[in-house]
């Protein structure tokens, strides 16, 4: 038994989970994003700077001085704690990835299971489209080099859903529930809200009309004339200069804009996006822009990143058909227990090798013996190939 939301993961989905995040840290790594790596347990102050409930609700725990910690609930705010801490002196910008586990309470009704692993990658201090594009652009790159061909990124704005939510003129406690209402996509509670605000309906039709607003870049000119001030107008620009950016690296095709798209967590500020592919519901990867993230650990720079959810982007690519490259399986040798001198004479060859004992019987091919002073190959089309460790090797293309 094990605690609910968490899994065992058996070979062979091992190798192809690997694999695919083999993959991503490559085309981080091509990009310029070096790999970080972040403690398990963080002092739970450190969580709960975010100031965000998802994050805050950890399993905690104490250490031998009293000290509260949390097992990390999100990889963003670790690596900013992290460039606080250890980055500060260094020339901007800043550019750093992962391939991490993260651990919630376990929230099915959510689409959130326990435990996941997330290969992320954060842009620290940029504040410009250009910076955004990047993100957008490594997030378009490294899906396509996986192998997927259908996918979608979704662009959507933080700053123009919080200027479109003062802009109702809310008293303070209702913006808070009606920003978390429209978060869960609560539509009745925050008509309910509007309406003991006295919202005006013609502002509350117009609200409908933005959040309503998906699709191709024909959204963003709809956007322009709805926008009811300088800050969503900056917004629009904003991911149109984005928008220019991805097309001119070749992934325009991709791109989709949704201005009632919202993200769980509240530290994002401005470009917001999620990635979805054909045959799984939930999104392949989500971020976004975090200005005001560091600023809690005291450097105050920009940031804008992503995460991929490597359990779903591997069942997108299961559903897409596309191959997983893992390393070959090992070979079975019959009797290598007892002669482990001609087991590693066949690794050094090039041969993945499990060695048996030489009573086994119940081994299916493709299987190796030792004959003579040679190995017998017995493939699983009835073919047996004979020869020396490095002849074996080269038939079956391994040396």
Known sequence: MIPEGMRDVLPPETGRLRAVEDLLRARFAAYGYGEV???????????????????????????????????????????????????????????????????????????????????????????????????????????????????????????????????????????????????????????????????????????????????????????????????????????????????????????????????????????ILEAYAPGVGLPLASGGRYDGLLARFDWDIPGVGFAVAVDRTADALDEAGVEFVVGPAAIPFVGGLEAPARAAELRRAGLPIVALPETATEVTPPLLVRRGGSYTLRLADGRELNGGAREIAEALGAG
């Open 37 to 271: 790596r972040t403690p398990w347990l963080e002092f739970a102050e450190t969580l709960e700077s975010a100031d965000d409930d998802t994050l805050a609700a950890g399993y905690r725990l104490h250490d031998e001085r009293s000290h509260e910690l949390m097992v990390r609930t999100d990889m963003t705010v670790p690596v900013a704690r992290m460039a606080a801490d250890r980055c500060d002196d260094d020339p901007l910008p800043l550019r750093f990835s992962y391939v991490a586990p993260s651990i919630r309470p376990w929230a099915p009704q959510r689409g959130q299971d326990g435990e996941f692993q997330q290969a992320g990658a954060e842009l620290l201090g940029l504040d410009s489209a250009e910076a955004d594009a990047e993100c957008v652009t490594l997030l378009c790159d490294a899906l396509a080099g996986l192998g997927l061909r259908h996918f979608t990124v979704t662009l959507g704005s933080a700053s123009f859903q919080r200027a479109l939510i003062e802009s109702l003129g809310l008293p303070d406690e209702d913006r808070r529930k009606f920003k978390e209402a429209l978060g869960d996509r609560d539509y009745p509670l925050v008509e309910s809200i509007a309406g003991n605000a006295d919202v005006e309906y013609d502002v509350l039709k117009a609200l409908w009309r933005i959040l309503e607003l998906s699709g191709g870049e024909d959204v963003l000119g709809q956007a322009r004339k709805l926008a009811r001030n300088h800050v969503m107008e900056t917004a629009v620009g904003r991911l149109a200069r984005v928008r220019d950016l991805v097309e001119d690296a070749g992934f325009g095709d991709h791109l989709a804009f949704d201005f009632g798209l919202m993200q769980d967590l509240d530290y994002y500020s401005g470009l």
